[in-house]
């Protein structure tokens, strides 16, 4: 009598787990919409934003880092900023994004291993230097002679319109401050 009891209630469990699977994993969601042509926006360095009006928060003689080291550095905390990399980026539901601009370091004013170096891009964050490289960095601004500054360089942003139907993106900067300055 129980194995007659148990057949069916593992055929209903099983039946129920595949419903399950079925709706968790297949949907509208995954089929990606067909492409539709749309106009160019030309990106670049010249089309970031600018920085809010008032005076520079950056001085000019704010040290600029030499471009195409070869050195990729990765930015964290990304997902925090998407709307302003969204806005950076324009209307990717189409493609992928990508575009260079030019990014600036900004180091916390705490002691060196607890403070991080913020990274700006188009006048707002965009993330900041992992905890390993905002101390390298912090180190490489001392032997410049220029501690606790801000600096500029080079930085791409990346999007990714994922299949979730969120974009995903990703800031990479071109800098080597490992290099002995």
């Not at 998407?82 to 980026?89: E, F, I």
């Not at 189409?94 to 700006?120: F, H, I, K, S, Y």
């Not at 965009?126 to 905890?131: A, I, K």
């Not at 490489?140 to 979730?164: I, K, M, W």
């Amino acid at each position: 009598m129980f194995n007659a009891l148990l057949l069916p209630l593992l055929l209903v469990f099983l039946a129920a787990l595949v419903w399950w699977m079925l709706r968790r994993f297949s949907g509208p969601g995954q089929t990606p919409a067909p492409p539709q042509p749309t106009a160019a926006t030309p990106r670049g360095p010249d089309t970031v934003p600018a920085a809010p009006p008032g005076p520079s928060p950056v001085a000019d003689d704010a040290y600029t880092w030499p471009r195409d080291t070869g050195v990729q550095v990765g930015v964290v905390g990304e997902r925090l900023h998407a709307a302003h990399l969204a806005a950076l980026l324009g209307d990717m539901r189409q493609v992928d994004g990508r575009l260079e601009a030019a990014a600036t370091l900004w180091p916390d004013a705490g002691p060196a291993p607890e403070a991080g170096v913020a990274v700006w891009i188009g006048g707002a964050p965009v993330g900041q230097l992992g905890r390993d490289d905002a101390l390298e960095f912090r180190r490489a601004l001392e032997r410049l002679g220029r501690p606790g500054q801000p600096s500029r360089c080079v930085a791409v942003v990346f999007g990714r319109h994922g299949q979730n139907g969120q974009a995903d993106y990703r800031v990479v900067l071109d800098i080597d401050f490992f290099a002995e300055a």
